[in-house]
């Protein structure tokens, strides 16, 4: 059994959600495909303000839900579904879902990417209650208090002196005994006063009371001792990993994962196939960036439908 579709988007952050409402708008009655998380990164985003239009904050899967509601006002189908395979060799395109096959003229791809964790159970328990993985989103909340980030390259270094706007103190926490950042950023890191590095030392545990983050333990990477820092705020900087596993081998991505567009559209290597979002934007990775280009990608997809027509 299958079901065929004019166009298919994979992803229901706010690049999927926004290039479902466009193409509804379209007539192209697309299927989103929602995934194992529906709303993506923003669903685990307490507070967001930087969002235009919401002057008070909103919160995230607030803001997911009402994206959701305006692309279905306009005729998106959802599938609570996961994306376990492609076909993209040969149109219509084949997805399947487990044992679920859609085919699909066009393909929108908004996969997103995940931040990468430590992988101790205390970073989850505290998530959205001092822990972040996003200095741009949530370092306002900080003002006046210490906080720690952990990593050592380019976005670690650019977080931790982002964060010296709101914060008193920003503690550099890396493995090593120097950073894989480029010289420039290092160079604003060291001449911050509110920047502190601590060195050979990972984070074990995330302390807190229940409510909110108190504090880090560290374990020296040379010696294994251990010792506690105080601090109400962990922001972990280790970078992000494109959800693109599953177009391994059917579409063009650079040597992380993401997917590669041909600029300045949001076409990927095979036609027919467009990507919007953070699976093909290691720079920005803003919720408005990702709405923007699901906007274009949904225009692509439309126009491109048009050109082989299929209206």
Same mark, same amino acid.
């Given at each position: 059994m299958s079901q065929h579709e004019k166009l298919v988007i994979v992803g229901s952050g706010?690049?999927?959600? =926004?290039?479902?409402?466009?193409?509804?708008?379209?007539n192209l009655a697309p299927l989103l495909l929602e995934g194992m998380q529906p709303g993506g990164q923003l669903t685990i985003t307490t507070d967001v303000e930087n969002y235009p239009g919401f002057p008070e904050g909103v919160m995230g899967p607030e803001l997911m839900e009402k994206f959701k509601a305006q692309a279905e006002r306009f005729? $998106?189908?959802? *599938?609570?579904?996961?994306?376990?395979? &492609?076909?993209?060799? @040969?149109?219509?395109?084949?997805?399947?879902?487990?044992? =679920?096959?859609?085919?699909?003229? *066009?393909? !929108?791809? *908004? $996969?997103g990417a995940s931040a990468k964790w430590l992988g101790i159970p205390s970073e989850k328990s505290y998530?959205? @209650?001092? &822990?972040?993985? +996003?200095? =741009? +989103?949530?370092?306002?909340? #900080?003002r006046g208090v210490?906080?720690? &980030?952990?990593?050592? %390259?380019?976005?670690?270094?650019?977080?931790? $002196? #982002? /964060? $010296? @706007?709101? *914060?008193?103190?920003?503690?550099?926490?890396?493995?090593? %005994?120097?950073?894989?950042a480029s010289k420039v950023m290092q160079e604003r890191a060291r001449a911050n006063p509110k920047v502190e590095f601590v060195w050979n030392a990972v984070v074990v545990e995330v302390l807190g009371d229940g409510k909110a983050v108190t504090g880090l333990r560290l374990e020296s990477t040379k010696d294994g001792t251990k010792r506690i820092l105080?601090?109400?705020? #962990?922001? /972990?900087? !280790?970078g992000h990993e494109p959800n =693109?596993? &599953?177009?391994?081998?059917?579409?063009?991505m650079n040597e992380v994962g993401y997917l590669k567009v041909q600029s300045p559209t949001t076409r990927t290597s095979v036609e027919g196939v467009f990507a919007a979002g953070d699976v093909a934007d290691p720079t920005y990775r803003q919720a408005v960036t990702a709405a923007g280009s699901g906007c274009a990608a949904a225009i692509d997809a439309e126009r491109w439908l048009g050109e082989h027509g299929v209206h």
């Open positions: 706010p690049a999927g959600y =926004t290039a479902a409402l466009y193409a509804s708008r379209a005729g $998106t189908k959802f *599938a609570a579904a996961e994306l376990t395979r &492609v076909d993209f060799s @040969k149109r219509p395109f084949q997805l399947w879902c487990e044992d =679920t096959l859609y085919t699909a003229d *066009a393909v !929108i791809v *908004a $996969t998530m959205g @209650k001092g &822990v972040s993985a +996003c200095a =741009t +989103c949530d370092g306002f909340f #900080f210490e906080v720690a &980030v952990v990593g050592g %390259g380019d976005t670690a270094v650019e977080e931790a $002196t #982002f /964060l $010296t @706007k709101y *914060a008193n103190k920003v503690y550099l926490v890396h493995r090593r %005994g120097e950073l894989r105080p601090v109400q705020g #962990f922001f /972990l900087a !280790i =693109t596993r &599953v177009f391994k081998g059917s579409l063009a």
